[in-house]
T-cell receptor, first 113, second 115 residues
Framework: AQSVTQLDSHVSVSEGTPVLLRCNYS??????LFWYVQHPNKGLQLLLK??????LVKGINGFEAEFKKSETSFHLTKPSAHMSDAAEYFC???????????FGRGTSLIVHP | KAGVTQTPRYLIKTRGQQVTLSCSPI?????VSWYQQTPGQGLQFLFE???????NKGNFPGRFSGRQFSNSRSEMNVSTLELGDSALYLC??????????????FGNGTRLTVT
């Protein structure tokens, strides 16, 4: 069984300040973890993925995430927020050979000028 | 490379009607999966096709069906539409190397409104 919990439904930051979006997962096997971003009326775009290689994963647009097995977490960070980062972010887990992804409920990132 | 293409972008239907949505995957991708996104339930898996075979199915009623063609294009059909079927329907394709770490590439979705 697998599940994913995004700990914040909304995160509000000022432009130029750091971003932290939190994700905890539960998985019976070694998970593959992903972060996606969704802008209004668009599909989901892959930001980064963890697949049991390096625990610190770098993605597009300056985002990165760290896989912490002991804490079952996969938090997404960015050093400096930009107005264009305002969007909905989804943490996703897939377990082993499962083809069925489980999505978090999403975190809405609000960026103030 | 062209991305995942979903048509149409918007649909308005009446209760009791049926609807067919189309998805063209990225060239070379053999796996196509479908998702329903609503404010109340979030993103939910509908089904997944690989080489014209349904490999997995989510917890949706039989009114929701799909198929995949030999060129990997996929369609999903919803019969006897209900108001609760109003949602954004997303299609995603992946290389599907046989492992769970293949990322999904999403289309922009079809917004279905049932009145």
């Amino acid at each position: 069984a697998q599940s994913v919990t995004q700990l914040d439904s909304h995160v509000s930051v000022s432009e130029g300040t750091p971003v932290l979006l939190r994700c905890n997962y539960s998985s019976s096997y070694s998970p593959s973890l992903f972060w996606y971003v969704q802008h209004p009326n668009k599909g989901l775009q892959l930001l980064l993925k963890y697949t049991s290689a390096a625990t610190l994963v770098k993605g597009i647009n300056g985002f990165e995430a760290e896989f912490k097995k002991s804490e079952t977490s996969f938090h997404l960070t960015k050093p400096s927020a930009h107005m264009s980062d305002a969007a909905e972010y989804f943490c996703v887990v897939k377990t082993g050979g499962s083809y069925i992804p489980t999505f978090g409920r999403g975190t809405s990132l609000i960026v103030h000028p | 490379k062209a991305g995942v293409t979903q048509t149409p972008r918007y649909l308005i239907k009446t209760r009791g009607q049926q609807v067919t949505l189309s998805c063209s995957p990225i060239s070379g991708h053999r796996s196509v999966s479908w998702y329903q996104q609503t404010p109340g339930q979030g993103l939910q898996f509908l089904f997944e096709y690989f080489s014209e075979t349904q490999r997995n199915k989510g917890n949706f009623p039989g009114r929701f069906s799909g198929r995949q063609f030999s060129n990997s294009r996929s369609e999903m059909n919803v019969s006897t539409l209900e108001l609760g079927d109003s949602a954004l329907y997303l299609c995603a394709s992946s290389l599907n190397t046989g492992q769970g770490n293949s990322p999904l590439h999403f289309g922009n979705g079809t917004r279905l409104t049932v009145t």
